[in-house]
């Protein structure tokens, strides 16, 4: 059984089984749900500059960039999530445009991050760019992007 410090990295969470992870995670994380884990895992971790932990079909674990070190990400797939309410909020699988993003209603900023090249590290993963880098009244230039699941991501940074 691993030690859970408050220092615990990340990396240790990849032998972990799943109560040890429970009991690593500190402050603050995103727990995403999504219809394909390790799709998703990768294209995050390639637009956004962070490191894939551990990944199967039901599960992943990823690890912030740079500018949020501490930041967590789980991603569950649907099935995992069986017994929980959340699942029945969501949009049904093909129902169209009108149905919404998983995410609608939420952005996950991430400061200090390249917008222009976040950009472009999305159009190459398949990400659907809302709004492309633009510099914004409140000082930072930023973009909009959606990724395989809907989910929206804002990558900023300060105007210089």
């Not at 949020?68 to 017994?83: F, G, N, P, R, V």
């Not at 699988?93 to 993003?101: D, E, K, L, Q």
């Not at 976040?118 to 409140?138: F, N, S």
Request: net charge negative; with cysteine; hydrophobic share 45%.
């Amino acid at each position: 059984m691993e030690t859970v410090t408050e220092d615990t990295a990340a990396e240790a969470m990849q032998h972990m089984d799943a109560a040890e992870v429970g009991r690593a995670l500190r402050g603050f994380g995103l727990n995403l749900l999504c219809r394909q884990v390790i799709p998703l895992a990768e294209s995050i971790a390639s637009v956004l500059e962070m490191r894939v932990i551990r990944a199967n079909d039901d599960y992943a674990i990823i690890a912030g960039p740079q500018v949020a070190k501490s930041l967590i990400i789980q991603l569950h797939a649907d099935a995992t999530y069986h017994a929980n309410p959340l699942p029945s909020l969501l949009p049904e699988p093909g129902a169209g445009a009108g149905a919404g993003a998983r995410g609608a209603g939420a952005e996950f900023r991430l400061f200090d991050m390249d917008p222009d090249a976040a950009a472009r590290r999305a159009e190459v993963a398949g990400w659907y760019i809302l709004q492309p880098p633009t510099d914004k009244p409140h000082g930072l230039r930023e973009c909009y992007l959606l990724d395989l699941e809907g989910y929206c991501w804002v990558p900023g940074s300060v105007i210089a």
